[in-house]
């Protein structure tokens, strides 16, 4: 059985994460989106509302599950018995870094290893933060993020969003 964790901010997941997400859940047996408590970033959406948002837009996948945790990725690996961390590069600027992580990951841990997703052509340019700005400033974030992101947007932001 292949057990594999998926770890990030996911402030808020975007369809580029889905993509990810729905591409690693065919290939292992159970995957585990690890929601990072990071106490150096101010989060947008709080841990709750990010777990909210993630097991709604997940539900339908039965091999997947949602959990948060804080320290090292490879502690958060080791503790849910994962021999595999999945991550997602959108373009080469993002594979010397997350090279570098996976190198150090496999260092601390040699049985432990990194599978990495490249981004589907249609999210190549997207992220949270992207997708926080555009909702931010009013705009159609439908292409973007599910419905359930698109309206805690609303709620966040307090207007509509034009388009969804």
Known sequence: ??????????????????????????????????????????????????????????KDFSNVSVQTFEGLTIDFARKNNAKLIIRG??????????????????????????????TSLEYAFLSSTTAKEVAYYGSDVSKL???VVTEAFRKKFNHSLSGA
């Open 89 to 118: 590069l959108r373009a080469v600027t993002d594979f010397e870094s997350e090279m570098q992580i996976a190198q150090t990951n496999h260092s601390i841990e040699p049985d432990v290893d990194t599978m990495f997703f490249t």
């Open 1 to 58: 059985m292949i057990k594999a964790i998926y770890p990030g901010s996911f402030d808020p997941v975007t369809y580029g994460h889905l993509d990810i997400i729905s591409r690693a859940a065919k290939v292992v047996d159970e995957l585990i989106i690890g929601v990072l408590v990071n106490k150096n970033k101010k989060p947008l959406f709080t841990m709750e509302e990010r777990m909210h948002l993630l097991k709604e837009t997940t």
């Open 145 to 147: 993020v599910p419905p």
